[in-house]
């Protein structure tokens, strides 16, 4: 950490959610290693434990439930980021707007007591604009960008470009004149609502004194 500080880093992005090596038939058709040390451990005190080696912010990755999120900011983190990392760890995770429809349904005051961002699974504009509908205000891309680095700058460059094209193309048929301001009408949520988890009342009392409390910070 003090060497990434040293070159002036500006956050730390901390995995939450893989506590150990996935199960990945795939690669272990190549005899594939892991070369991360995982731990067995991992716990929001060890989240605790980084953020005190640290004065960069520390945002932890890999944020699935709307818990997750309310756990977050109780501990202060400056920022929240929604991964089901490619859904590689676990087969059945949910994906990022699953997730994010969770949380927007639950607890909507998350996406403007922190800043929301998301990757895992995003393809196309339609998929950016969807995660902006909810309040998530940056989205990641993994493997679009390791197939079109094969091309090598002008690979990457030209993915950049098909993407801001297909954002400003896909949102203007949506009706959407300001990327700040998308809202979930851009989109049919009826079979979102059906599977969401929806917190009773004494959670919602939870979370409530949890936003409250963040009002604080």
Known sequence: MARAEAQNAKAFVFTID????????????????????????????????????????????GITTVDDALVAIEKGAPAIYISNHGGRQLDHSPSPLEIAHEIYKNA?????????????????????????????????????????????????????????????SDGAQAGITDLRNVTPKIFNTRALDNTVYLMDDEEIEAKNRVIANAKKH
């Open 108 to 168: 909507p005051e998350v996406f403007t007591k922190v800043d929301v961002m998301a990757d895992s699974g995003v393809r196309y504009g339609t998929d950016v604009l969807k995660l902006l509908a909810f309040g998530v205000k940056m989205v990641g891309m993994g493997r679009p960008f390791m197939f079109a680095n094969c091309y090598g700058l002008e690979g990457v460059t030209k993915l950049i470009q098909i993407m801001k094209n297909e954002i400003v």
């Open 18 to 61: 893989a506590p150990g090596t996935s199960t990945r038939h795939r690669a272990a058709r190549y005899d594939t290693t892991n070369a991360n040390a995982a731990t067995g451990a991992l716990t929001w005190d060890l989240y605790d434990r980084i953020k005190n080696h640290t004065k960069l912010p520390v945002i932890p990755k």
